[in-house]
Every structure is written in C-alpha cells, then in structure tokens.
C-alpha cells in the first residue's frame, strides 16, 4: 500500500535594488544547491507569517511584504511515503539583517543580480517563480 502525504509551507523572494538574496542548502543526497528559503507552516499560523519567520531563520533578514505570488507544488519521496507538497510565496523587501542563518538548514546566503540567480538556481520551478517576481516588479515599475 503506497503513503502518501500531503505538506504546505510558505516562502519569501527577497529582492532588494535589481538583487535576488538565495541560500545555498543541501538536497537529501547531499549536493549543494541554490534556491529560495522556505519551510513548514506552523498550526494556525498565517501563511504569510510563516513565510516571514521562515526566512528570517534561514537568512536572518526581517523582511516586509511586498505581495503574494503563486504556489508551487511537487512531489517527493521520503522513505517509503510519497509527500505531495505546496508552497505558498510571497515576494519580499530586506528591512535589515537581524541574526545569522541557521547551519542546520542553510550553508551560504548570497545576493545575486537577477540574471545571474536564474543560472544559479537549482529547480526550474524556483526559476519560474523569479521570473514571476520579475515580471510582477516591472509592472509596478520596480524592475
């Protein structure tokens, strides 16, 4: 019998002055990759509350809310469970630094010009979300 389960977290492209912060983390095989900071949503905590705190621990920048985003959903295994997991984002701006990542979860953390974290993202969905974020920049005539 297959398990499956189902996961929400929420999420943060942090953008300041054309510069897109990303952090370096680890897949579950180990390779070090570039993406976005994300994480579970606590019980009864709003989603864009989640987002903020999230990447707060993983970046340890307080940010505002510029806007929401679109989801994104995937699916992984973890053991012998098949997770089916969405994320909600949210496009934000840096107020200022207010503690360091957490190592357990984050190695780096680095600005990057937006072109250049196209390239350095790892996963084609976190791609489509900068672009997304991009797009909604322009339109406000923040690009």
């Known amino acids: 019998m297959r398990h499956v389960a189902f996961q929400e977290s ?3 492209v942090i953008v300041d002055r054309g510069r897109v ?3 370096q983390a680890r897949t579950r095989a180990g390779t070090a990759v570039w993406t976005l900071p994300k994480g579970r949503i606590r019980r009864g905590e709003p989603l864009w509350e989640a987002a903020l705190r999230e ?12 806007r929401r985003l679109k ?8 053991g012998a469970v098949q997770i ?5 984002w949210f496009l934000l701006e840096p107020v200022h630094q207010a503690g360091v990542p957490d190592p357990a979860e ?3 953390i680095r600005w990057f010009a937006f072109d250049e974290a196209l ?3 790892a996963y084609r969905s976190d791609r489509g979300l900068l672009t997304a974020a991009r797009d909604a920049l322009e339109q406000n ?3």
């Not at 989801?71 to 973890?78: A, E, G, K, L, P």
């Open 10 to 12: 929420a999420g943060g």
């Open 21 to 23: 912060l990303l952090i």
């Open 55 to 66: 990447v707060r621990e993983e970046t340890g920048y307080l940010c505002r809310l510029r």
């Open 71 to 78: 989801n994104t959903s995937y699916v992984f295994r973890s």
């Open 84 to 88: 089916r997991k969405t994320v909600h």
């Open 106 to 108: 984050v190695e780096a």
């Open 119 to 121: 390239r350095r993202l």
């Open 141 to 143: 005539g923040d690009g």
